[in-house]
């Protein structure tokens, strides 16, 4: 088992930037693969983000390519999400979650374990 949180969400405008965190509790950090994934208003939660358990390899979705970047600390249990350049359509909840499979999926349903979700707002 392991307990996620996510923090760092707000109100931004378009252009600005953010960092969020998650922070986890449990099991040892470093033997889960990491995701972001967000739900906009009135759609399905889609992926974001992945980072392997060593912190090496990411994978983003396209449509944060070049704006976002994930990383993680295992020292420190937690994994980030630097956003960048952001966008009104960027505007979501956003969750981290937790793989123990070594594989860096972007399928939601491959991961066991999730936070809460954080808010994020980019005003135009």
């Known amino acids: 088992q392991v307990q996620l949180v996510e923090s760092g969400g707000g109100l931004v405008q378009a252009g600005g930037s953010l960092r969020l965190s998650c922070a986890a509790s449990?099991?040892?950090?470093?033997?889960?693969?990491m995701g972001w994934f967000r739900r906009a208003p009135g759609k399905e939660r889609v992926f974001v983000a992945a980072?392997?358990?060593?912190?090496?390899?990411?994978d983003y979705a396209d449509s944060v390519k070049g704006r976002f970047t994930i990383a993680r600390d295992n020292a420190k249990n937690t994994v980030y999400l630097q956003m960048n350049s952001l966008k009104p359509e960027d505007t979501a909840v956003y969750y981290c979650?937790?793989?123990?499979?070594?594989?860096?999926?972007?399928?939601?349903?491959?991961?066991?374990?999730w936070g809460q979700g954080t808010q994020v707002t980019v005003s135009s």
């Open positions: 979650a937790a793989d123990r499979e070594v594989r860096l999926t972007t399928r939601s349903t491959e991961y066991e374990y």
């Open positions: 980072i392997t358990r060593s912190g090496f390899t990411g």
């Open positions: 449990g099991r040892p950090f470093s033997s889960f693969d």
